[in-house]
C-alpha cells in the first residue's frame, strides 16, 4: 500500500470492486488517499469513483501525489471535506 493511489475498497462494495476489475484499476497499489477522495469522497458514484481512479492512473506524477497530499491534509486539519 502507498500512501497516495486509488483507495481500496470495502469487502461488501461489489460493485466497485468488479468495475475496477473491468478497468484495470485493481493492478495498481492501493493507497490510503486518492484522486476521488479529495474530489467527493462519499459523494460520489461509483462509476465515478472508478473514473476518478483511471484519471489518477492516466495522470499519474509526483506533482499529482503532491497535490492530493495536501489536499489531504489541508482537510484533515480543516475538517472541510470531511463527512
Sequence with gaps: MSFVGPRPALYNQELLIRLRKE??????????????QISGRDQLSIPDKVMYDQLYIKDAS????????LVTVKAALTGKGAN
Excluded at 23 to 36: E, I, Y
Excluded at 62 to 69: A, E, R, Y
Design 23 to 36: 478497468k484495470s484499476v485493481d493492478k495498481v497499489r492501493p493507497g490510503v488517499t486518492g484522486l476521488a
Design 62 to 69: 509526483i506533482l499529482l501525489d503532491i497535490k492530493i497530499f
